[in-house]
């Protein structure tokens, strides 16, 4: 039996999504790689993340960013580099355009500051290909997919 959109992400998450709306983006397997989210879960409470990186494979990769220090040095980059200064600002414009019921730019981001999150970052430059900022953070993933498909 074929699993659903939802189910399949539920398996990669390890639970329930909240807030699923679609997924955004699939991996060379088909499988969901990004999900939409709605503005506000199934209880009314704001879910700030738009894009959502449910890739295990992808998940890892960034973890793995995140622990050698990557917020901090991606924050650094953005606000020493005015390409990704600007690259940031035009996203999190985006980011409200797209979803004007919060707002909050990429990953919720309410104001400038530490990116907080490179999987929220990743997610939207996958999912609104043209991000600069964060393809450069998905430049630094090793392999992007893996070799083989990691939902079963």
């Given at each position: 039996?074929?699993?659903?959109?939802?189910?399949?992400?539920?398996?990669?998450?390890?639970?329930?999504?909240?807030?699923?709306?679609?997924?955004?983006?699939?991996?060379?397997?088909?499988?969901?790689?990004?999900?939409?989210?709605?503005?506000?879960?199934?209880?009314?409470?704001?879910?700030p993340?738009?894009?959502?990186v449910?890739?295990?494979?992808?998940?890892?990769?960034?973890?793995?960013?995140?622990?050698?220090?990557?917020?901090?040095?991606?924050?650094?980059?953005?606000?020493?580099?005015?390409?990704?200064?600007?690259?940031?600002?035009?996203?999190?414009?985006?980011?409200?355009g797209?979803?004007?019921?919060?707002?909050?730019?990429?990953?919720?981001?309410?104001?400038?500051?530490?990116?907080?999150c490179l999987?929220?970052?990743?997610?939207?430059?996958?999912?609104?290909?043209?991000?600069?900022?964060?393809?450069?953070?998905?430049?630094?993933?090793?392999?992007?997919?893996?070799?083989?498909?990691?939902?079963?």
């Open positions: 039996m074929e699993l659903d959109d939802r189910a399949l992400v539920a398996r990669q998450l390890g639970r329930e999504p909240r807030a699923f709306r679609r997924v955004a983006v699939r991996c060379p397997f088909g499988r969901p790689a990004v999900t939409e989210q709605a503005p506000f879960d199934e209880d009314g409470k704001p879910f993340t738009q894009f959502y449910t890739c295990r494979h992808l998940v890892a990769a960034i973890s793995r960013l995140e622990a050698e220090g990557g917020v901090e040095r991606w924050t650094r980059a953005a606000s020493a580099d005015a390409r990704l200064a600007r690259s940031l600002r035009d996203a999190d414009a985006e980011q409200r797209i979803r004007p019921e919060l707002d909050a730019g990429i990953g919720g981001a309410t104001r400038g500051g530490s990116l907080k999987h929220a970052h990743a997610a939207f430059a996958l999912a609104r290909p043209g991000y600069e900022l964060g393809d450069r953070i998905l430049a630094e993933v090793p392999a992007l997919w893996p070799d083989s498909c990691c939902t079963h």
